[in-house]
């Protein structure tokens, strides 16, 4: 029943299209794309710890997965990811506890995220890289 | 994980109105996704600190003998459990905004349990075996 209404052509409201794009918004639908994105990363966790269990031989393929320029492409983007939503996860905490609801503060505090999100992910790979 | 179509003529109204909402579980979701989040916050700061520092290019022994030790054991399958959790509820609720079709919603939502529940457990077991047997 509800797929036949739903055929039914009605006026619909005015959604997202009308809105211009604006730093709070698209933060706020980042947070969900890095989060997807991370609960797909999960699988890079569970191939290495499947893979050390089961052996040596397992344990290279994934190491050499992982040292691949896919592979290192892929971690860079789960990195910029995980500080990303840490970040932004940290804004959310203190909007669950009142603050920084304030157009100046919400908008200052994107920019921090944003601003850690870069540092962070530069800090670790320069920490990672073995001729650091 | 209440669907449209399920018959709710047992509950009195006093009965849905107690709180348990369009998706019959309350305020519990939220509430659980919070707490994950709280706890995923030190264990990811950890387990980002220790990639870079042991595993990040670690041989097959430098890796076991790393993941053996108790400690890292046990903050490893903290952060499994809490992170693959917060990504359970977090999926879940992309799918129920983005799936319009009830019957593919309903296979997407059990999918996300059950890969989730399954990785976990492999995740745990690994880490146990590594521990106990190396």
């Not at chain 1, 890079?44 to 052996?55: E, F, K, P, Q």
């Not at chain 2, 659980?32 to 989040?37: D, F, L, P």
């Not at chain 2, 950890?46 to 993941?67: D, I, K, M, P, T």
Request: hydrophobic share 55%; aromatic share 14%; net charge positive.
């Amino acid at each position: 029943m509800s797929e036949q209404s739903n055929k039914v052509e009605r006026p619909l409201s005015p959604h997202l299209q009308v809105y211009r794009p604006q730093m709070t918004s698209v933060m706020s639908i980042l947070h969900r794309a890095t989060g997807y994105a991370l609960s797909i990363g999960t699988i890079m966790v569970v191939w290495l710890l499947i893979a050390a269990a089961s052996g040596p031989e397992a344990y290279a393929v994934f190491a050499k997965f992982a040292g691949s320029n896919i592979g290192l492409f892929l971690l860079l983007g789960w990195t910029v990811a995980l500080f990303y939503h840490m970040c932004n996860g940290i804004r959310h905490f203190f909007w669950d506890m009142g603050y920084l609801f304030e157009l100046k503060k919400a908008f200052r505090a994107g920019y921090v995220v944003l601003a850690m999100t870069v540092i962070l992910t530069v800090w670790v790979w320069y920490c990672a890289c073995p001729w650091s | 994980m209440k669907l449209k179509w399920k018959d709710s003529r047992f509950d009195s109204q006093l009965g849905r109105a107690k709180g348990l909402g369009a998706t019959g579980h309350g305020v519990d979701h939220w509430i659980h996704q919070r707490i994950t989040a709280v706890a995923n916050l030190p264990l990811m700061i950890w387990l980002v600190w220790s990639v870079v520092h042991h595993v990040a290019g670690a041989s097959y022994e430098e890796f076991v003998a790393w993941q053996a030790q108790p400690l890292n054991a046990i903050l490893m399958i903290l952060s499994v459990v809490s992170v693959f959790y917060h990504a359970a509820l977090g999926t879940q609720v992309i799918a129920e905004d983005y799936i319009h079709n009830e019957g593919l919603k309903f296979f997407k939502l059990i999918g996300i349990k059950l890969f989730f529940s399954a990785t976990a457990i492999a995740c745990v077991f690994s880490i146990l075996k590594i521990s106990f047997v190396g």
